[in-house]
């Protein structure tokens, strides 16, 4: 199991943050996903078959593109 804290700027409220676990708790091997909109960030623990590049585009697909 993986586990990684993304910033996202664009992350402003709870529904911010709902939003994103819906869309990622819905990739095969994306175990947990909690945020935090005060730091704008999200934690993801994830196992095969989803990766970060895959997470990290599901993210940028649905407006909230992780910031470097």
Same mark, same amino acid.
């Given at each position: 199991m993986e586990k990684q804290t993304l910033t996202i700027s664009k &992350?402003?409220?709870g529904?911010?943050?709902a939003t994103i676990q819906?869309?990622?708790q819905n990739l095969d091997g994306v175990a947990k996903v909690?945020?935090?909109p005060q730091t704008k960030t999200i934690?993801?623990?994830w196992q095969t078959p989803a990766s970060k590049s895959? &997470?990290?585009a599901r993210?940028?697909?649905i407006g909230y593109p992780?910031?470097?």
């Open positions: &992350i402003s409220c529904h911010c943050v819906r869309e990622l909690t945020g935090d934690t993801v623990e895959q &997470i990290e993210l940028a697909e992780t910031s470097a």
